[in-house]
T-cell receptor, first 113, second 111 residues
Framework: NAGVTQTPKFQVLKTGQSMTLQCAQD?????MSWYRQDPGMGLRLIHY???????DQGEVPNGYNVSRSTTEDFPLRLLSAAPSQTSVYFC????????????FGAGSRLTVL | RKEVEQDPGPFNVPEGATVAFNCTYS??????FFWYRQDCRKEPKLLMS???SGNEDGRFTAQLNRASQYISLLIRDSKLSDSATYLC????????????FGSGTRLSIRP
């Protein structure tokens, strides 16, 4: 029972490079979301999805794209990485929007030089 | 003003002590409340939900005060393994469910 799987765990990018953080869940959860966590800032919502084919912006969406072609997968794309995007990224899912408990992936630590 | 505010700590207490954290929220439409625990370099995990009537899980007690818009977490007989960051989480139902995390309170238990 894998839960929420994020890859890669660590990544170093140069400014301007693009990359995709992968997130997959095997619990048939409808709701998936991406957060970033920075020191003193808590977790901030980047994008979320309430089901396949549906995505919406969270609190800090600029510089990130998402898509949800399947229930299982919710990749986060950085189009042109900036040092301000250095952070720890967490993917989380729940059975449906409004469900109370989020299940988190182990996190992806990204450094942009 | 942040929607969910917590004292960042750190709280440094001896093993066996009782420690309490508060968390305030600004949106009176908030409907669900939780405490999550996050260990260093790990993902957050649900510690407990917070109910209007208050609830207890072993050494942990959570309470909600809707009138003053705060929730609290009390840890009794603290253990070394309680050292972690405790995140206050508020779920507000409006046009879309919005889950807001506080920035966390760091707790360190010393022997």
């Amino acid at each position: 029972n894998a839960g929420v799987t994020q890859t890669p765990k660590f990544q170093v990018l140069k400014t301007g490079q693009s990359m995709t953080l992968q997130c997959a869940q095997d619990m048939n959860h409808e709701y998936m979301s991406w957060y970033r966590q920075d020191p003193g800032m808590g977790l901030r919502l980047i994008h979320y999805s309430v089901g396949a084919g549906i995505t919406d912006q969270g609190e800090v969406p600029n510089g990130y794209n998402v898509s949800r072609s399947t229930t299982e997968d919710f990749p986060l794309r950085l189009l042109s990485a900036a040092p301000s995007q250095t952070s720890v990224y967490f993917c989380a899912s729940s059975p449906r929007q409004g469900a109370n408990v989020l299940t988190f992936g182990a996190g992806s630590r990204l450094t942009v030089l | 003003r942040k929607e969910v505010e917590q004292d960042p700590g750190p709280f440094n207490v001896p093993e066996g002590a009782t420690v309490a954290f508060n968390c305030t929220y600004s949106n009176s439409a908030s409907q669900s409340f939780f405490w999550y625990r996050q260990d260093c370099r790990k993902e957050p995990k649900l510690l407990m939900s917070v109910y209007s009537s208050g609830n207890e899980d072993g050494r942990f007690t959570a309470q909600l005060n809707r009138a003053s818009q705060y929730i609290s977490l009390l840890i009794r007989d603290s253990k070394l393994s309680d050292s972690a960051t405790y995140l206050c989480v508020v779920n507000t139902y409006s046009s879309a469910s919005k889950i807001i995390f506080g920035s966390g309170t760091r707790l360190s238990i010393r022997p």
